[in-house]
């Protein structure tokens, strides 16, 4: 009963001094002295000195001091993992006084948060405070990853925030409660949450069997990643920013619901395969920005039937229009120096084709199984036809080689079956075997005694000397 009596003492003489009492009360001396009276042989009275007491008020004070004007402090619990997995780790924050986030910066804070800031003190202008699952009122949805990235989605679209304020399209979700539409129209906006979309990462709308989908890309964006709508069969319509300054390997690989794509001023690089398989489209330009066009960009692009190159290329890569069945004629600017292996092969309804003058190197089965070409005049710095150049060209009835040329390979001019003239150069040292194979009409002009008349006596063609 004593001990009891001696605790109550002690709590409400505490009391007295958190509530700001800063004197002793009045009533100590006589606890003082019913404190002797009740001690026990194992426990010494406590006894109360007006040091003891200041010291416990100084305490108090500096503590008050600190909470209210000279810190904001930010406390967390325990790590929190929210129904859809998503975790964070405990963390506390301390921001000295007069110190401001900058606008726009996400603080990521799970629930329950105990924020105690200076009397008078705001957050700064833009600053959001962001649980484990957060919605801003303009409907931007924000998620912690389990990796501790940070997530957001807004419109059907799902975007990674980085540090530097800045924010990449990585994908689409559906609210599988009202179900997948049939047709859907994405708006991507220049920023998402104060952070600014400026890249379409690899693989992010390659959604096949979802949607038909037209999609509008933010004057923000430079980049579209590699396989960024690959396979996307339902893509029906495009539209590129200024901005844009790559589109990278296999972006619209077989989006073969795109007809059209009208491609921006400014665009520096198309990498390989970027437009692979794109059977809808019919036409495409592409502008004088553009200086690296890379290997198999049009391949396969059936419907493809005009396409106006940048002046700006030096090279027409391996496999570029490979299996464009319906382009009929083109022009290459007069700086390209290398037209690729198989750059038009089974280009089935091209019929004309101008060669630059600065042409160099004509790569291996670049015009193969071109059955509607009729003619082609190889420029003067051209110095070697690589095996196949011209197999399977069925209907070609006029080649005019240059006088520079040194070498024909195997199979050149194989199954060219409409061939029935052609000269062939004094510069001439090697022709390869079957380079004139199938040409069952033709006839060589060879000077005498050159390397091309030895040729053709030896393997059974027709010549005659100039």
Same mark, same amino acid.
Do not use: H
């Given at each position: 009963? &004593?001990?009891? /009596? /001696?605790?109550?003492?002690?709590?409400?003489?505490? +009391?007295?001094?958190?509530? #700001?009492?800063?004197? @002793?009360?009045?009533?100590?001396?006589?606890?003082?002295?019913?404190?002797?009276? $009740?001690? !026990?042989?194992?426990?010494?009275?406590?006894?109360?000195?007006?040091? $003891?007491?200041? $010291?416990?008020?100084?305490?108090?004070?500096?503590?008050?001091?600190?909470?209210? #004007?000279?810190?904001?402090?930010?406390?967390?619990?325990?790590?929190?993992?929210?129904?859809?997995?998503?975790? !964070?780790?405990?963390?506390?924050? $301390?921001?000295?006084?007069?110190?401001?986030?900058?606008?726009?910066?996400? !603080?990521?804070?799970?629930?329950?948060?105990?924020? &105690?800031?200076?009397?008078?003190?705001?957050?700064?202008?833009?600053?959001?405070?962001?649980?484990?699952?957060?919605?801003?009122? %303009?409907?931007?949805?924000?998620?912690?990853?389990?990796? #501790?990235?940070?997530?957001?989605? /807004?419109?059907?679209?799902?975007?990674? @925030?980085?540090?530097?304020?800045?924010?990449?399209?990585?994908?689409?979700?559906?609210?599988?409660?009202?179900?997948?539409?049939?047709?859907?129209?994405?708006?991507?906006?220049?920023?998402?949450?104060?952070?600014? *979309?400026?890249?379409?990462?690899?693989?992010?709308?390659?959604?096949?069997?979802?949607?038909?989908?037209?999609?509008?890309?933010?004057?923000?964006?430079?980049?579209?990643?590699?396989?960024?709508?690959?396979?996307?069969?339902?893509?029906?319509?495009?539209?590129?920013?200024?901005?844009?300054?790559?589109?990278?390997?296999?972006?619209?690989?077989?989006?073969?619901?795109?007809?059209?794509?009208?491609?921006?001023?400014?665009?520096?690089?198309?990498?390989?395969?970027?437009?692979?398989?794109?059977?809808?489209?019919?036409?495409?330009?592409?502008?004088?920005? *553009?200086?690296?066009?890379?290997?198999?960009?049009?391949?396969?692009?059936?419907?493809?039937?005009?396409?106006?190159?940048?002046?700006?290329?030096?090279?027409?890569?391996?496999?570029?229009?490979?299996?464009?069945?319906? @382009?009929?004629?083109?022009?290459?600017?007069?700086?390209?120096?290398?037209?690729?292996?198989?750059?038009?092969?089974?280009?089935?309804?091209?019929? =004309?084709?101008?060669?630059?003058?600065?042409?160099?190197?004509?790569?291996?089965?670049?015009?193969?199984?071109?059955?509607?070409?009729?003619?082609?005049?190889?420029?003067?710095?051209?110095?070697?036809?690589?095996?196949?150049?011209?197999?399977?060209? =069925?209907?070609?009835?006029?080649?005019?080689?240059? +006088?520079?040329?040194?070498?024909?390979?195997?199979?050149?001019?194989?199954?060219?079956?409409?061939?029935?003239?052609?000269?062939?150069? %004094?510069?001439?040292?090697?022709?390869?075997?079957?380079?004139?194979?199938?040409?069952? =009409?033709?006839?060589?002009?060879?000077?005498? #005694?050159?390397?091309?008349?030895?040729?053709?006596?030896?393997?059974?063609?027709?010549?005659?000397?100039?």
């Amino acid at each position: 009963m &004593i001990d009891e /009596k /001696k605790e109550q003492m002690i709590r409400e003489t505490f +009391d007295q001094c958190l509530s #700001g009492i800063d004197s @002793l009360p009045s009533e100590l001396p006589a606890i003082e002295r019913k404190l002797k009276k $009740a001690k !026990t042989p194992d426990r010494e009275p406590i006894r109360f000195r007006v040091p $003891a007491i200041a $010291a416990v008020l100084v305490v108090l004070l500096c503590f008050g001091f600190f909470a209210r #004007g000279k810190w904001g402090m930010i406390n967390q619990p325990d790590r929190i993992r929210s129904e859809d997995g998503y975790t !964070t780790q405990p963390m506390q924050i $301390a921001l000295a006084q007069g110190t401001e986030q900058d606008a726009g910066t996400v !603080t990521v804070q799970p629930e329950p948060v105990q924020t &105690i800031l200076a009397e008078g003190t705001e957050p700064a202008a833009g600053t959001v405070i962001v649980q484990p699952e957060f919605e801003l009122n %303009d409907g931007t949805q924000f998620f912690l990853k389990e990796s #501790g990235g940070l997530e957001a989605r /807004k419109d059907g679209l799902v975007y990674t @925030l980085k540090d530097d304020k800045t924010a990449i399209l990585t994908g689409v979700y559906w609210d599988m409660e009202k179900g997948i539409p049939t047709e859907v129209e994405f708006n991507v906006p220049e920023k998402v949450g104060g952070y600014k *979309v400026v890249a379409l990462t690899d693989g992010a709308l390659g959604m096949g069997g979802g949607p038909r989908a037209v999609v509008r890309l933010p004057e923000t964006m430079k980049t579209i990643g590699f396989y960024a709508f690959r396979n996307n069969d339902r893509l029906t319509g495009i539209e590129l920013p200024r901005s844009l300054r790559i589109i990278e390997w296999n972006a619209f690989m077989e989006c073969t619901g795109l007809t059209s794509v009208d491609l921006p001023d400014g665009l520096e690089i198309i990498m390989d395969g970027a437009f692979n398989g794109c059977k809808g489209l019919k036409s495409i330009a592409i502008p004088d920005s *553009v200086t690296e066009l890379g290997a198999g960009a049009f391949s396969s692009c059936t419907s493809l039937e005009e396409i106006v190159l940048s002046s700006g290329i030096t090279e027409i890569g391996e496999g570029m229009f490979n299996s464009c069945t319906s @382009l009929k004629r083109l022009d290459i600017p007069q700086g390209v120096t290398t037209i690729g292996n198989r750059a038009f092969r089974n280009c089935t309804s091209l019929e =004309e084709v101008s060669l630059p003058e600065n042409l160099v190197s004509l790569g291996s089965g670049a015009f193969n199984g071109c059955a509607g070409l009729k003619a082609i005049v190889i420029p003067e710095k051209v110095t070697v036809l690589e095996n196949g150049t011209f197999n399977g060209c =069925e209907n070609l009835e006029a080649v005019v080689l240059p +006088d520079g040329l040194t070498k024909i390979g195997s199979r050149v001019f194989y199954n060219c079956g409409s061939l029935s003239v052609i000269s062939l150069p %004094d510069s001439l040292a090697s022709i390869g075997r079957d380079a004139f194979g199938g040409c069952d =009409e033709l006839l060589c002009v060879v000077s005498d #005694g050159s390397a091309a008349m030895q040729y053709c006596e030896e393997n059974g063609i027709k010549y005659t000397k100039r």
